[in-house]
Every structure is written in C-alpha cells, then in structure tokens.
Nanobody
C-alpha cells in the first residue's frame, strides 16, 4: 500500500504561482511513477503531468505545458508540481497518484493504483 497526501493548494490570483506537494508513505516511493491529475466541478478527471520513477522522464498535458513543472525527490518521498502563470481555468481539485504500469500511457488514470485525497486550487480572475 502507498499513502499519498497532497498539500500546497489555495486561492491565488490569475498570473500567480503555487507549488503542490505530494508526500508518499508505505511502499518504496522510487518504485512508482507519479502523476498529477485535476478535476473541476462537473468535469471528468484529467491528466496534468507525470514523472517516471527516477525523474528522468516527464509528461505534460498541452494545456499546462510551459507553465507547470513536475519534479520528485526520492530521498524525501515527495513529488512536486510547480504551477506558474495560473489561469482561472486551472481551478480544480488536484490529485496525485502512484502507479507502476507503462509510463508511455501515464496520462491514463488506469496506470495508477494509489490516489491522494486531493488539494483545492482556486484561481481568481
């Protein structure tokens, strides 16, 4: 089992920045690819970004490419999502997830076995 706890969400004005963190406990963190997803009210959960087990490969949704950066610190069992130039459309609950399936399909929720409870990000215009 892997337990995931997100933090760092909050209210920010458009153009601002937030840094989300996801702390993992349980099984060895470095065995897992890590992903960030988000879900806005009335919408399906969507892929944001992913990072492979050693941090050498990353993926981003087109909507966040160039604005968000994913990173991980395996010594701290933590994955981060730095979000810059935030837009009202980025408002959502952000979830981190851990999985071990093929990283090439890391944009799919089915890749992930464990999910956090989410952290709310609200961007005001």
């Amino acid at each position: 089992q892997v337990q995931l706890v997100e933090s760092g969400g909050g209210l920010v004005q458009a153009g601002g920045s937030l840094r989300l963190s996801c702390a993992a406990s349980g099984r060895t963190f470095s065995y897992y690819h890590m992903g960030w997803f988000r879900q806005a009210p009335g919408k399906e959960r969507e892929f944001v970004s992913a990072i492979n087990w050693n941090g050498y490969s990353t993926r981003y949704a087109d909507l966040v490419k160039g604005r968000f950066t994913i990173s991980r610190d395996n010594a701290k069992n933590t994955v981060y999502l730095q979000m810059n130039s935030l837009e009202p459309e980025d408002t959502a609950i952000y979830y981190c997830a851990a999985g071990q399936k093929n990283f090439y399909i890391a944009n799919l929720t089915s890749v992930y076995d464990y999910w956090g409870q989410g952290t709310q990000v609200t961007v005001s215009s």
